[in-house]
């Protein structure tokens, strides 16, 4: 009796560890996974209703002076717009873009050319045409007011050819 009263006793002792330990892994896990939802890419796309329209006016903020606005356009061939409006603190706003790439091409068609055009809630700002290098291109807008709500638009030129590439803007 005495003898499977022990092992009992010893059976619990050893799970009571191994409980904790799984507990901790658990613990570890979860908070992984929050670091990671951190950096929030915004996937825009002509095909969905994040990228195809122009913010709406009811769309959420994302303000640059805290965080970076990173997207990624997904297959498209004429107009992309980011999903949030953007606010900035410090008078300007800069759009990067990188790993650029032609991903459907027409034949004889310009395939190294992106627009980068800044609007406000009553219409076009600015735009810049640039030319893509290597997959990458960059434009900072200036005189942005602070407080004022801005989207920005990507467009390439409408001859056939399909795009992708990745990016951030910021203040």
């Avoid at 092992?7 to 191994?18: F, Q």
């Avoid at 959420?60 to 992309?80: A, C, E, M, P």
Wanted: proline share 2%.
């Amino acid at each position: 009796m005495k003898r499977r009263f022990l092992s009992i006793v010893l059976g619990v002792c050893l799970l009571i560890p191994s409980t904790t330990v799984f507990a901790s892994e658990v613990e570890d896990k979860e908070s992984v996974g929050v670091e990671s939802q951190v950096e929030d890419i915004h996937y825009l796309t002509e095909d969905l209703t994040r990228g195809s329209k122009k913010p709406g006016a009811n769309a959420s903020v994302h303000n640059l002076s805290k965080s970076n606005y990173n997207y990624q356009l997904t297959d498209f061939g004429y107009r992309l717009y980011t999903d949030k409006w953007l606010t900035s603190s410090s008078g300007k706003i800069s759009v990067s873009l990188s790993n650029f790439k032609t991903i459907e091409e027409y034949p004889g068609a310009t395939k190294n050319q992106i627009t980068f055009r800044l609007y406000d809630s009553s219409g076009l700002i600015s735009s810049s045409k640039k030319t893509v290098y290597g997959g990458s291109a960059s434009t900072t807008f200036s005189n942005v007011k602070s407080g004022k709500k801005y989207y920005v638009a990507f467009e390439v030129p409408t001859n056939g050819n399909r795009y992708s590439g990745k990016g951030y803007i910021s203040d």
